[in-house]
């Protein structure tokens, strides 16, 4: 099992980033695939989730209607579109599998109960 984050860079506030997660041995269609965030100095927290199958989503308050998360089953790709960025959503992104749990607040609320993880992509919201 692999998964695979892109797309992060160097954005001014007020732009838009897409973020790509490639899920790699496995069909991520069946489980539920989360984005984290982790800044320095601070705790790493959850972002977004969707489910398996048709694809419940969620998002952290933070986030939510600026963030929107889709699943491209062809490519077994999993995207997180960040729009109106802030400083404050400067981190290191990561996206996770959980092969039990569905997509939900509990999910987001313990990453260190996901089962696998990809490498992280930085996002640097900066003028």
């Known amino acids: 099992v692999q998964l695979q984050a892109s797309g992060g860079g160097l954005v001014q506030p007020g732009g838009s980033l897409r973020l790509s997660c490639v899920a790699r041995?496995?069909?991520?269609?069946?489980?539920?695939i989360g984005w984290f965030r982790q800044a320095p100095g601070k705790e790493r927290e959850g972002v977004s989730c969707?489910?398996?199958?048709?694809?419940?989503?969620y998002y952290a308050d933070s986030v939510k209607g600026r963030f929107t998360i889709s699943r491209d089953r062809g490519k077994n790709t999993v995207y997180l579109q960040m729009d109106s960025l802030n400083p404050e959503d400067t981190a290191n992104y990561y996206c996770?599998?959980?092969?039990?749990?569905?997509?939900?607040?509990?999910?987001?609320?313990?990453?260190?109960?996901?089962?696998?993880w990809g490498k992280g992509t930085q996002v640097t919201v900066s003028s």
């Open positions: 041995n496995f069909n991520s269609d069946y489980w539920s």
């Open positions: 996770a599998t959980d092969f039990e749990r569905n997509c939900g607040g509990p999910l987001l609320e313990y990453p260190h109960l996901m089962d696998y």
């Open positions: 969707i489910g398996s199958g048709v694809g419940n989503t």
